[in-house]
T-cell receptor, first 115, second 115 residues
């Protein structure tokens, strides 16, 4: 069975600084997808970034980038130039290819951006 | 991205009554829909997975007679909480995936309070 571990329950960062959220996963699958979701106080789940396991290049979306280390089963999220609106819960998630889209979530990291 | 709506966004009901929550994919056909429950400061807990026209598959520990799921069309799934009790009070989130099965699109959630 696949598991996703987020070892940082809470983190804080100063506005405009950079922060990295950690995520590790365990799987014996070779084809899968990895995601970072943001859940702000509104509780709407928002996709931040996704990574296909077969792609060696790390995904990037504006200020958000990942460090995907397939051999180490690590998938960290880097947020550059942190903004107050980045304050939210961040969930790392795993999806096995062929699983009909079933996501396995980590427990989440609460990120607070301080002015 | 694809849009998923949920209705109602919040509902208060009396103990013993039933409540129906609707989940609609607005601009794509949702081959599979997922229902989650989320307690405060916790991750999403998958309750069940449903495919259009088929019976839902419930996760271990979820009472299928209490949480009735219907996925009658490719754009609509409903969750009915039958004979609701205060312990059923929670935040319920639906999501949907299309035929590519490589991403889930989340609804905004429904806050249920049972008095």
């Amino acid at each position: 069975a696949q598991t996703v571990t987020q070892s940082q329950p809470e983190m804080s960062v100063q506005e405009a600084e950079t922060v990295t959220l950690s995520c590790t996963y365990d799987t014996s699958e070779s084809n899968y997808y990895l995601f970072w979701y943001k859940q702000p106080p509104s509780r709407q789940m928002i996709l931040v970034i996704r990574q296909e396991a077969y792609k060696q290049q790390n995904a990037t979306e504006n200020r958000f980038s990942v460090n995907f280390q397939k051999a180490a089963k690590s998938f960290s999220l880097k947020i550059s130039d942190s903004q107050l609106g980045d304050t939210a819960m961040y969930f790392c998630a795993f999806m096995r290819e062929g699983s009909q889209g079933n996501l396995i979530f980590g427990k989440g990291t609460k990120l607070s951006v301080k002015p | 991205g694809a849009v998923v709506s949920q209705h109602p966004s919040w509902v208060i009901c009396k103990s013993g009554t039933s409540v129906k929550i609707e989940c609609r994919s607005l601009d794509f056909q949702a081959t599979t829909m997922f229902w989650y429950r989320q307690f405060p400061k916790q991750s999403l807990m998958l309750m069940a997975t449903s495919n259009e026209g088929s019976k839902a598959t419930y996760e271990q520990g979820v009472e299928k007679d209490k949480f009735l799921i219907n996925h009658a069309s490719l754009t609509l799934s409903t969750l009915t909480v039958t004979s609701a009790h205060p312990e059923d009070s929670s935040f319920y989130i639906c999501s949907a995936s299309g035929h590519l099965y490589n991403e889930q699109f989340f609804g905004p959630g429904t806050r249920l309070t049972v008095l």
